[in-house]
């Protein structure tokens, strides 16, 4: 009866923390979301009032540390996936541990952008968003944007790439394949 019973509660506690969350601010995001440097997490541990965390900023080495659970890498992990390890190494010192973790704010998934644009910056990509919705965002070109040649700079800077985008072709209702959906950390270059 408690395996059932627990069961019951790691699926409850899953599905809290990817759309609920336990906080009072927790932010619902799909359920394969990949974790960022600067997104904000609630960690905590049921029956172990000592054992929660709120407000968890993840750092840019992506690793959270969490009691007894030691360092647990969380950037570019589902929310799930973290839960698990976090779970898995609390089981030397509580016997099935049951983990809750919700993100709180996804501030570091977001897109910049950047040139002759009425308002250029940095744009949350909750949910997805694609090159036109991020222009719309940024307030369109300025009288000088050149919309033709607007690029979206796409990975690390030891694998970057360039992804061309042609707005009077996607107006146009062609090459509509250009309009990439986002990813965390992208670049439009507007010139």
């Not at 601010?25 to 799909?30: C, E, K, S």
């Not at 952008?113 to 369109?140: D, E, R, S, T, Y």
């Not at 030891?158 to 990813?183: H, I, M, T, W, Y």
């Amino acid at each position: 009866m408690f395996r059932a019973s627990r069961n019951m509660l790691i699926a409850a506690g899953a599905l809290a923390s990817v759309v609920l969350g336990f906080g009072a601010h927790a932010q619902t995001v799909p359920a394969d979301y990949r974790l960022h440097p600067a997104d904000k997490l609630d960690i905590s541990v049921w029956k172990e009032t000592e054992m929660q965390r709120p407000s968890i900023v993840i750092p840019p080495d992506g690793k959270v540390s969490f009691p007894l659970a030691g360092q647990i890498m969380a950037a570019g992990r589902t929310v799930t996936e973290v839960r698990q390890e976090i779970e898995q190494n609390l089981k030397k010192y509580i016997p099935d541990p049951v983990v809750t973790v919700s993100v709180v704010e996804t501030a570091g998934n977001v897109a910049y952008v950047i040139g002759q644009v009425n308002k250029p910056g940095v744009f949350p990509l909750n949910p997805g968003i694609n090159v036109l919705q991020a222009l719309a965002l940024a307030g369109g070109g300025t009288a000088f944007a050149k919309l033709d040649s607007v690029i979206v700079l796409r990975g690390t800077q030891a694998s970057q790439r360039v992804l061309p985008f042609r707005f009077s072709q996607v107006s146009d209702g062609k090459n509509l394949a250009q309009n990439v959906e986002l990813e965390s950390g992208d670049v439009i270059v507007v010139p």
